[in-house]
């Protein structure tokens, strides 16, 4: 094999009360990219459509992830990467991580796989650490193994594939706003109280427990988040009115997806995913900023290859 298409997915990440370690990964929304052996050695990102982006391949999250790989490795060929991008960078759907993931999946896969998942996830660390200057793997770990995933340690790498119960949809609103990552870090504060703390925790332990036990109610009552939202919601216009539209309008839980300006929901089945769709255009219909809505179901599987070639 010489050539390889790939889907690589979009992602939530922090998922209410899992910050920077719990994500999950969409179906319906997600980059294109195709991965080619060549005999020059090297990596060469060839074309880039969608949106502007570097192609120096040490500026461009890709290319740092695939020399992180090619370094390590030191196969006897060079490879070229062209992206075809729909996930906006900066949307806080995780589209750097697509691309940091998708160059080292389709090396990986052109090489006959010598690495398994957390060791890919590790590369790509290196490339999302370009975008976000900082190492994390929240948006990474389901991209590569789909479904919900929990990033036990980031030093050593540790993830863990939580389950997705079946009936579990998300409705996730993009305003075309733009929130900078830096930003959105830098609002945060330093110290918690110890009560927020508790709160979170309990939230986050019974959210896990939810998922392995397909309890929507469960879900329903932990999906909060005591200690981010609070602070980063102020950066999204009309957030607060979203919340209490989509929740009227069945949604388990509602969040900030990564750093904004994305707000995700999570609902049991397809009915109620898009009565909470019709519940966001509404909302946003009047504010004048123009936005996207996607409804998907969870992908469990994460990356994959569409088609491949010799
Ligand atoms: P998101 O959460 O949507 O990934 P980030 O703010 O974390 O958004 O990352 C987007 C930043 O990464 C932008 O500054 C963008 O220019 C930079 N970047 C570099 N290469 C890529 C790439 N291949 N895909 C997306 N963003 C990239």
């Avoid at 461009?60 to 390590?72: E, F, K, Q, R």
């Avoid at 966001?280 to 009047?286: A, D, L, R, T």
Wanted: hydrophobic share 40%; charged share 20%.
């Amino acid at each position: 094999m010489n050539e390889i298409k790939i889907f690589s997915p979009a992602t939530v990440a922090n998922v209410a009360c899992g910050f920077d370690v719990l994500g999950f990964c969409l179906d319906s929304v997600g980059d294109v990219m195709v991965i080619r052996k060549t005999d020059q050695k090297g990596i060469y990102i060839t074309k880039i459509e969608g949106f502007n982006l570097p192609y120096e391949a040490e500026l461009n999250v890709a290319g740092v992830s695939a020399l992180a790989m090619y370094d390590a490795l030191k196969p006897n060929c060079g490879f070229e990467i062209e992206i075809y991008k729909n996930i906006k960078p900066g949307s806080g759907i995780g589209s750097s991580a697509a691309s940091a993931v998708g160059s080292v999946f389709g090396m990986n896969e052109l090489l006959g796989r010598p690495y398994n998942k957390t060791q890919l996830t590790a590369f790509s660390i290196k490339g999302e650490a370009l975008a976000s200057k900082c190492e994390h793997a929240d948006n990474l770990a389901p991209a590569i193994f789909g479904g919900f995933t929990l990033v036990k340690s980031v030093n050593p790498l540790e993830i863990l594939e939580i389950p997705t119960p079946d009936d579990l949809y998300v409705t996730i609103i993009h305003p075309q706003i733009e929130i900078k990552t830096s930003e959105a870090r830098a609002i945060l504060p330093k110290n918690i109280p110890l009560n927020d703390a508790i709160t979170q925790w309990a939230n986050f332990g019974s959210l896990i427990h939810a998922l392995h036990t397909s309890n929507y109610e469960l879900m329903q009552k932990s999906l909060h988040d005591a200690i981010i939202e609070p602070y980063r919601s102020q950066l999204i216009p009309y957030y607060n009115d979203v919340k209490t539209a989509v929740l009227k309008a069945g949604a388990l839980g509602c969040g900030i997806s990564g750093s904004g300006p994305s707000i995700f929901t999570l609902n049991q089945g397809s009915e109620t995913a898009n009565n909470v769709k019709d519940a966001m255009e509404k909302v946003y219909s009047k504010t004048g900023i123009e936005f996207d809505i996607h409804v998907s179901r969870i992908n469990k599987e994460g990356i994959k290859i569409i088609d491949c070639k010799n």
